[in-house]
């Protein structure tokens, strides 16, 4: 088998960008069946969604090649990045030597390395950190800790001010789309996937960033095999997008197997971000949702078509301001009023 070498630029987090690495995914997903090396002497960033699609596409050609786990697994990188034998001759390899000192360091820091390289391991041992991470398999998900992940480490005061309640509902809301990603993303995919996920604080730019990948078949193909069954119809995929983002709407694709029926429910996070000045957004198969300055959902298609589903949000952390629900704000003037 061939190896095939991706040189990745510079991957920020414009639209434009992001299609570029999800069509060597998309690449790589079609034709699995090779050694892949990732270069990186021409990339001197990584965004946060680059960092999570590039994950994934480790993730799924792992998933159809297994390796060893445990403390095999450093052992059998070890061996795969030098050996020539053809058992060795299919993955995802990412040459930590065309990276530039700052590339590495911010790939180290947010643990994506230590997934894929023998070279590097864990620095969180207590797994406290803001960055990238493998959530194997639903009914081994810890809601609980996945819930103090985003509400003590990601959605922290020093980072933005929200009220108590409305810092739960969001939490809640975001935990909603892990569930999700399991759900429409890799319940009834053909191999053992998970569902990835990245996030970012850059302090410089007070922006918080968090991005969640599967690579199943996309919520668009989704919502058309569901309706289906059931004889109706879409035009195009853009049609079938817009019915799954509106409120109340569902394919009971919860990967429990329970049948609990579970949506979108972006309502809140598409009002906060839009409020906050953020930003959210949405590839699935040819489908580019996202928000336009008036917080209407925006549907575009894409030049390519995707399997699988990215979502990315960024919240601008402002320190001056406070969220909070409007009936927050009645009560309290409410309460000013009667003192």
């Known amino acids: 088998m061939n190896t095939k070498i991706f040189h990745l630029p510079s991957l920020k987090e414009s639209p434009e960008d992001i299609q570029k690495i999800l069509a060597i995914a998309n690449e790589i997903k079609h034709n699995p069946k090779h050694s892949f090396t990732f270069a990186f002497s021409k990339c001197q960033f990584l965004g946060c969604t680059s960092i999570a699609v590039l994950g994934a596409i480790a993730n799924f050609v792992d998933s159809i090649y297994p390796k060893p786990k445990g403390n095999l697994t450093f052992v059998y990188q070890a061996i795969r990045q030098h050996s020539t034998d053809k058992r060795f001759s299919t993955g995802v390899m990412f040459d930590v030597e065309t990276m530039s000192g700052d590339l590495k360091e911010r790939l180290v820091s947010c643990n994506f390395l230590s997934y894929f390289h023998h ?30 992940h985003i509400e003590g480490e990601l959605l922290t005061s020093e980072k933005i001010l929200l009220s108590e309640a409305l ?30 996920s990245c996030a970012d604080y850059l302090q410089n730019d007070k922006k918080l960033s968090l991005c969640i990948v599967d690579m199943g078949k996309g919520i668009a193909q989704q919502v058309i095999d569901y309706h289906c069954c059931k004889g109706v119809d879409f035009e195009c995929e853009q049609e079938a997008i817009k019915w799954a983002l509106q409120e109340g709407n569902s ?27 953020g930003s959210l957004d949405i590839y699935t198969n040819s489908c580019h949702v996202y928000l336009s300055p008036d ?3 925006v549907i575009e298609k894409m030049p390519i078509s995707i399997s699988g589903t990215v979502i990315t949000i960024q919240i601008q952390c402002h320190q001056n301001v406070q969220y909070l629900y409007g009936r927050e704000l009645e009560n309290d003037n409410e309460q000013n009023n009667s003192n």
């Not at 429409?184 to 990835?196: P, Q």
């Open 167 to 196: 810092k739960e509902d969001i939490v809640t809301k975001i935990i909603e789309l892990f569930i999700n990603a399991f759900g429409h993303g890799v319940k009834d995919a053909k191999y053992s996937l998970s569902v990835i």
């Open 119 to 148: 070279q590097y391991e864990p620095i969180y041992p207590k797994g406290k950190y803001i960055g990238f991470r493998i959530h194997p398999k639903l009914d081994k998900l810890d809601e609980n800790a996945l819930y103090e």
């Open 295 to 297: 917080g209407e959902y």
């Open 251 to 277: 394919t009971k694709t919860d990967s429990l197997g329970k049948n609990i029926p579970r949506g979108l429910g972006l309502s809140l996070l598409q009002e906060f971000i839009s409020k906050n000045g």
